[in-house]
């Protein structure tokens, strides 16, 4: 079975600063997805970034982008010049290709920024 | 502009009474999810369906199960709840086909408490 694992319950970094969010996965498939969702404090959970697992170019999305390191079977969320808006829960996730592309989430990571 | 909702935002039951948790889609899309969410566990994957009618179990069924009489509703029951089901349950939506991993729209949950 697919695991996700956040090694990091909490992080903290200072407004406009960079911070990086671990994720590691463990599967037997080639090819997946993984994903970075965001959950705002009360508010809706949203996508974040989305990597195919079979290209091997980063995924970045304005100021976010991952490190997708296959091999390793890892998968890390770098958020530079880091906003107040910013903070939240962030949940790595994986899926398969086929079917309904049922996710898999990690435990999550709660992000605070600092003033 | 995609719109997924849930019934109830915060909702208080007694044990043993059965619960119904409603999702509503507007996007027409075919696949649908319910997760449970809980501390330091992430989110995990109760029921989703592909089609009206389809369901299929995800990690956690037991005591919980679904219905899909139309495309754009999804209902979970407990069918007698219990307080270890107090949690946050998010629904989501996403469509059936197309390529780059398909983005899984989510509900605002419900906090459901079980007294």
């Known amino acids: 079975a697919q695991t996700v694992t956040q090694s990091q319950p909490e992080m903290s970094v200072q407004e406009a600063e960079t911070v990086t969010l671990s994720c590691t996965y463990d599967?037997?498939?080639?090819?997946?997805?993984l994903f970075w969702y965001k959950q705002p404090p009360s508010r809706q959970m949203i996508l974040v970034i989305r990597?195919?697992?079979?290209?091997?170019q980063n995924a970045t999305e304005n100021r976010f982008s991952v490190n997708f390191q296959k091999a390793a079977k890892s998968f890390s969320l770098k958020i530079s010049d880091s906003q107040l808006g910013d903070a939240a829960m962030y949940f790595c996730a994986y899926s398969i290709i086929q079917g309904a592309q049922k996710l898999v989430f990690g435990q999550g990571t709660r992000l605070t920024i600092n003033p | 502009d995609v719109k997924v909702t849930q019934s109830s935002r915060y909702l208080v039951k007694r044990t043993g009474e059965k619960v119904f948790l409603e999702c509503v889609q507007d996007?027409?899309?075919?696949?649908m999810f319910w997760y449970r969410q809980d501390p330091g566990l992430g989110l995990r994957l109760i029921y989703f369906?592909?089609?009206?009618?389809?369901?299929e179990k995800g990690d956690i069924p037991e005591g919980y199960s679904v219905s899909r009489e139309k495309k754009e509703r999804f209902s979970l029951i407990l069918e007698s709840a219990s307080t270890n089901q107090t949690s946050m349950y998010l629904c989501?939506?996403?469509?059936?086909?197309?390529?780059?991993?398909?983005?899984?729209?989510f509900g605002p949950g419900t906090r459901l408490t079980v007294l």
């Open positions: 989501a939506s996403s469509r059936l086909a197309g390529g780059g991993g398909r983005t899984q729209y």
């Open positions: 990597q195919e697992a079979y290209k091997q």
């Open positions: 599967t037997s498939e080639s090819d997946y997805y």
């Open positions: 996007m027409d899309h075919e696949n």
């Open positions: 369906s592909y089609d009206v009618k389809m369901k």
